[in-house]
């Protein structure tokens, strides 16, 4: 009988997580607030590093949200490994024979077979969650000051102007806004030459937004 060296399947998701964490240059607490986004209110930083040290179990509804922080799919990071995943082995490597070890393929085949119901059924509730996120992100959005004085001078409505600036740039006209003022500035503006940036950024920016809004 072949023996393998192989891991609890948390441990080998684990490590995958933060090599891709790393990768991207984010922080555990990055990780941490944007699954708090989809609702996972309880996750912390010691929640992923728990996680990453494979000390976490995590299920399905818990790893997607993770992924879709880290800007990848749950088979694709799956794929990034060759390891082989220990049945009912609780901690650690260990040396087993092939009988009480599946190949992470093995893993991946059955739980993300292209006809597999749990794929098709997780990609609903990404879906869901999703946009309830953006539905949430539009609201608080909406709220803020400079889209509510854009959507007065556009006689619009607030959520009207959150709504087109997601659909121009992808993100909130405040977060738009400042990463504009912050590629204009010079490193040692002061707070007066910022704030004169900030109005001519929104000024551009209301200008972009009216030619899709009227």
């Known amino acids: 009988m072949v023996r393998v060296k192989a891991q609890p399947l948390r441990a ?6 933060r090599e891709r964490r790393e990768e991207l240059g984010l922080r555990q607490d990055d990780v941490a607030e944007y699954v708090r986004a989809f609702g996972l209110t309880d996750w912390t930083r010691a929640t992923v590093a728990t996680l990453e040290a494979g000390k976490r179990e995590i299920d399905l509804d818990e790893l997607w949200p993770v992924c879709a922080g880290l800007e990848i799919g749950i088979v694709e990071l799956l794929e990034r490994s060759d ?3 220990a049945v009912g082995t609780p901690v650690g490597t260990k040396t087993v024979t092939t ?22 059924s997780m990609a609903g509730i990404r879906e869901a969650r999703e946009n309830e996120v953006r539905t949430r992100d539009l609201e608080r959005d909406a709220k803020n ?3 509510r004085r854009i959507a007065r001078t556009l006689k619009t409505e607030p959520e009207t102007v959150a709504k087109y600036a997601w659909t121009l740039w992808h993100r909130s ?4 806004r400042d990463a504009r003022v912050e590629q204009l500035a010079p490193p040692d503006a002061d707070p007066r030459t910022v704030q004169a940036l900030r109005g001519h950024v929104t000024r551009e920016l209301r200008k972009e937004l009216e030619q899709r809004i009227v």
């Open 83 to 85: 390891a082989w995943v």
């Open 173 to 176: 006209l405040p977060h738009e």
């Open 145 to 147: 000051e400079s889209v």
């Open 12 to 17: 080998i998701v684990g490590q995958l997580l």
């Open 99 to 120: 009988s009480s070890a599946w190949p992470i393929t093995k893993v991946r085949e059955v739980l993300f077979s292209r006809d597999s119901r749990i794929a098709a």
